[in-house]
């Protein structure tokens, strides 16, 4: 996944561009903080 970041301090801010799709993905995946760039 491209523009993705991840921080292993416990928390985890996904970080990509305006994709609904990548967003219900990441939002399935890991149920924690993200963030639109």
Do not use: Q, W
């Amino acid at each position: 996944m491209r523009g993705v970041t991840y921080y292993a301090s416990g928390t985890k801010i996904i970080c990509f561009s305006h994709s609904i799709e990548l967003h219900e993905k990441v939002k399935v995946a890991f149920i924690e903080k993200y963030m639109f760039c």
